[in-house]
């Protein structure tokens, strides 16, 4: 039986949403797959009106923290609208670019072939609801890449938000400010 992920869309609540790449695959250490990923959510914060607090991509998962601004802001609709456009280019590319890889995204299920850039299920969702657990989670996302040896201090790794809270200048890929009643 599988074990479906349930996201609880309740107004006011910010998400930590986590989700990882294929069999943990490292398919997020590539330039090109992580743009892709700032495009995705880029645009799925134009359409379904979210806004965007923190996030890091590390090499085969990413974290993101989000705060719903509307009621089209369904979470299982935000990955969505994120996760998919991410998939069907990378698979295009290797299909095209690099077909010795098509193995590292591929499985069977019966008779249907089926190839995947991430992990099925929706992943980890955590709903926030207070400003001190909610920098908590900032600080857990921002430190990731440091605890795993991949940089010396959060603000160094090119897809985080850390560098944004420190200097208020975006890199790739801008943060919203987070209201005051959020930082209390």
């Not at 607090?53 to 089209?72: G, I, Q, R």
């Not at 369904?74 to 193995?103: M, N």
């Not at 090119?158 to 209201?179: N, Q």
Request: glycine share 4%; net charge positive.
């Amino acid at each position: 039986m599988r074990v479906h992920r349930r996201s609880i869309d309740e107004p006011h609540h910010a998400h930590e949403l986590t989700f990882s790449c294929y069999q943990r695959r490292p398919f997020l250490r590539s330039e090109r797959t992580c743009l892709w990923l700032v495009e995705a959510i880029n645009e799925a914060r134009e359409r379904l009106g979210f806004l965007l607090w923190a996030y890091v991509f590390m090499p085969e998962h990413a974290h993101l923290l989000v705060f719903p601004n509307s009621t089209k802001s369904k979470i299982s609709e935000v990955l969505r609208c994120i996760k998919q456009p991410v998939g069907f280019k990378a698979i295009q590319f290797i299909e095209r670019h690099a077909p010795e890889f098509l193995s590292q995204v591929t499985r069977q299920r019966g008779q249907r072939t089926e190839r995947l850039f991430w992990q099925s299920g929706g992943g980890y969702d955590r709903n926030i609801t207070e400003p001190r657990a909610l920098l908590a989670v900032i600080e857990y996302i921002h430190q990731n890449p440091g605890r795993r040896g991949l940089v010396n201090r959060p603000e160094e790794w090119r897809w985080s938000s850390a560098s944004s809270y420190l200097s208020g200048e975006p890199r790739d890929l801008a943060v919203d400010p987070i209201p005051p009643e959020w930082t209390d």
